[in-house]
């Protein structure tokens, strides 16, 4: 409907993994939940952010967390994400935060 293609990992883990196949520019950004199971979503942005690849090193993340106090959000920030989302999910908000993060990338 919004022109998005999406690929799903279901844990931090494979998300790294998966990261560490991936071909610069397949991916835009990645919307990283914060608690999943293997790896949580902070361990897992860690170890995206440390990969020799500068493409995959510097991939827009982004929080989707139910957590949304500020504590959360500096921890999120700190881990090497570039957002938050809070949920239950609102898809403006979602929308709103992928142009933020394109914006900022143009720059």
Sequence with gaps: ???????RAKNGQLALERMTQARQ???DLIFMDIQMP???GLEATRAIR??????ASRI???????EAFSENVAECL???MNGHIAKPLD???????IR???EETKA
């Design 25 to 27: 520019g397949e991916f």
């Design 1 to 7: 409907m919004h022109g998005v293609e999406t690929e």
């Design 100 to 102: 933020k993060i394109k």
């Design 50 to 55: 440390a990969l020799d690849d500068p493409w």
């Design 91 to 97: 898809i403006k908000l979602v929308l709103k935060e």
């Design 78 to 80: 700190a881990a090497g």
């Design 38 to 40: 293997v790896m949580n």
């Design 60 to 66: 827009p993340i982004i929080a989707m967390t139910a």
